[in-house]
């Protein structure tokens, strides 16, 4: 890509960039929200035209009018926002508009399932190709998004936050199927925000800022530091505040909760002022323990007691969570999509749903537009107006509007899952911030996050948490990789 720009009316979203990718490298793509990166992936792929500047593909210029002839020109690209439909089968969506045909020009569902059922095996998945996307976990989902890109066998394949879902095992997978296609010659475009990932995995990086090319150089050449102060102009070690000096008197205290039959029983208390993280292997219980706290999971039994009030478990699923709301207690989920926010709703819509759950009955909500505007405000969501649609938001914008909808409805426990899934580095550190703020405010917090590092610099108590039991507790300051990894290995 040479010197290619797009505008969107008077916004310039990417400024006379020039990118190039070799044969058999892994070439990493970095940027804060808003950088340009997915523009200038979506030009590659076919989804927007460059006003200016030009593209060649083994030396030869191309123009792609859609993605279908960036894909037929070799192009293949696994967005960060998924493409599958879920009412259609993984085998559906795998041949969506190639579908084998038969006799009479029928598809041949059997052709398709056979060839779904090779290529998921290549990435270790034992799923039937009938299974309807709309049934898979986001992990699961991810990895046929994956699937589908590599079955198309392009040349170039650009991968868009490919983990952001999934756990360590299933990067691993991703990370040997990676491997294979670096060795069979394929040119892969890599964006991701981990940084671990970024300097196991790739070849050289290329950084973006405001729409400019800032730098490209090989990996070997940085280090996680040196390539955020590249990114966000700050250190690594400057994205977590300070932690609490001390913490107040108990807020949420779940007792005796049973996850299942044969499980044994745990408990903690959730103090004011604190901000209190899941740690842990993958898949252990964390996910089960947080959702069981506002009717998002069954547990075999325990309770709860929040806002003077004690409940016993499980809580109803289909209530659960408004009536935790009106406890204030506030869930923001993993899969912000799908289960946070409305996409096509304006901020002040999205934002004013907390507030009208907080709320009994129909209550009418004064004043909605003023109270998005000063949320907005405050954590800098970058937007035109309250009335965007959220949908229009970049990942960490999003993240943003779903944490004001508590900030906004003032709850006194906030349980997040995944606080900056897919979202940047700059990003990051203002949700970091934010979450410190709202702790420093008296408010409790209980934290899940796939990644440790996330976990250590943030929070200021730690559960280590071992087949869906409690099986060690660390302070934050204390807290290390190894110790959390012992912890949970030696229980």
Not at 86 to 101: D, K, M, T, Y
Not at 307 to 314: A, D, K, S, V, Y
Not at 361 to 384: P, S
Not at 462 to 486: F, M, P, Q, Y
């Amino acid at each position: 890509m040479t010197g290619v720009t797009k505008r969107f009316g008077p916004t310039i979203a990417v400024n006379d960039v020039s990118f190039e990718i070799w044969p058999g490298r892994v070439h990493a793509l970095m940027g804060e929200n808003g950088a340009g990166k997915s523009t200038l992936m979506k030009m590659l792929a076919g989804v927007h035209r460059p006003d200016a500047g030009q593209i060649a593909i083994a030396g030869r210029g191309v123009t792609f009018a859609n993605p279908r002839e960036a894909l037929a020109a070799g192009v293949s690209t696994v967005f960060q926002e998924l493409s599958l439909l879920p009412n259609l089968s993984i085998a559906e969506n795998l041949f969506l508009g190639r579908e084998p045909v038969g006799r009479m020009g029928i598809p041949d569902r059997t052709e398709m399932a056979r060839r779904t059922t090779a290529v998921l095996a290549e990435l270790g998945m034992d799923l039937d190709p009938n299974t309807l996307v709309a049934n898979l976990s986001i992990a699961d989902r991810q990895f046929v998004e994956i699937a589908h890109g590599i079955k198309a066998d392009a040349q170039v394949l650009i991968l868009d936050e490919p983990t952001a879902a999934l756990n360590a095992a299933d990067v691993q997978v991703l990370n040997s199927q990676i491997e294979k296609l670096r060795a069979a010659g394929k040119a892969i475009i890599y964006i991701s925000h981990r940084m671990d990932e970024i300097f196991a995995i790739c070849d050289d990086v290329t950084v973006m800022k405001d729409g400019n090319h800032v730098a490209t150089q090989p990996l070997s050449e940085l280090t996680p530091d040196s390539l955020i102060a590249l990114m966000v102009g700050r250190e690594l070690s400057d994205l977590f505040p300070d932690r609490a000096a001390d913490v107040g008197p108990v807020r949420l205290s779940c007792k005796n909760l049973t996850l299942g039959s044969a499980a044994t029983p745990l408990s903690f208390d959730l103090h004011a002022g604190e901000i209190l993280g899941l740690a842990g292997l993958e898949g252990q219980g964390q996910s089960e323990i947080v959702r069981s706290l506002i009717g998002r999971h069954t547990p075999f039994g325990g309770e709860v007691a929040v806002g003077g009030q004690t409940l016993h478990l499980p809580i109803s699923p289909e209530r659960g969570v408004r009536f935790m709301q009106r406890l204030g207690v506030g869930f923001v989920p993993e899969d912000r999509k799908e289960e946070g926010l409305l996409l096509g709703a304006s901020i002040a819509e999205n934002i004013g749903i907390g507030l009208q759950a907080a709320r009994p009955g129909f209550a009418l909500l004064a004043r909605v537009r003023d109270t998005a505007k000063r949320i907005m405000r405050d954590l800098d969501v970058k937007a035109q107006s309250p009335a965007m649609p959220v949908g229009a938001l970049s990942g960490g914008n999003q993240q943003k509007v779903l944490l004001g909808r508590y900030l906004a409805a003032d709850m006194d426990v906030l349980i997040i899952e995944e606080p900056t899934r897919g979202v940047d580095i700059g990003a990051k550190a203002e949700i970091y911030r934010l979450l410190r703020a709202l702790a420093g405010q008296g408010k409790a917090i209980l934290v899940l996050s796939r990644e440790t590092v996330e976990l250590i610099g943030l929070c200021d108590r730690l559960l280590i948490v071992h087949d869906r039991k409690l099986v060690s507790e660390l302070a934050g300051r204390d807290a290390t990789e190894h110790a959390i990894l012992n912890a949970a290995l030696t229980s």
